[in-house]
Nanobody, 124 residues
């Protein structure tokens, strides 16, 4: 079965860190542009970060720039989240495009495959 699987979510305190990972099952994630989206409670999805197949072309939303770092290694894409705030509380979804030439950022409607998501809660 072709799917994306996220891991690493959980509870963190304000100012803390978490590292999310996205792995692919049944196909090679190395062949696609990959992004992270998040959906806060009662809000729409927001594009957070993106990384192209070359591993060095990336993009970040203004709300996470300077705090989050996206990287990829051996069929896995990571999102290192530092200096977390309560506003980062959301379900984080990994998403891939359908081709290796797609640029960053990825628009919501351009996502070819979604992961089920991993929840992140930032609270005292």
């Amino acid at each position: 079965q072709l799917q994306l699987v996220e891991s690493g979510g959980g509870l963190a305190q304000p100012g803390g860190s978490l590292r999310l990972s996205c792995t692919a099952s049944g196909f090679s994630l190395d062949d696609y542009t990959v992004g992270w989206f998040r959906q806060p409670p009662a809000k729409l999805h927001e594009g957070v970060s993106c990384i192209r197949t070359n591993g060095y072309e990336t993009s970040y939303s203004d709300s996470v720039k300077g705090r989050f770092t996206i990287s990829r290694d051996k069929n896995t894409v990571h999102l290192q989240m530092n200096n977390l705030t309560r506003e980062d509380t959301a379900v984080y979804h990994c998403a891939s495009t359908g081709d290796l030439t797609h640029t960053c950022p990825i628009r919501f409607n351009d996502v070819f495959r979604w992961g089920k998501g991993t929840p992140v809660t930032v609270s005292e």
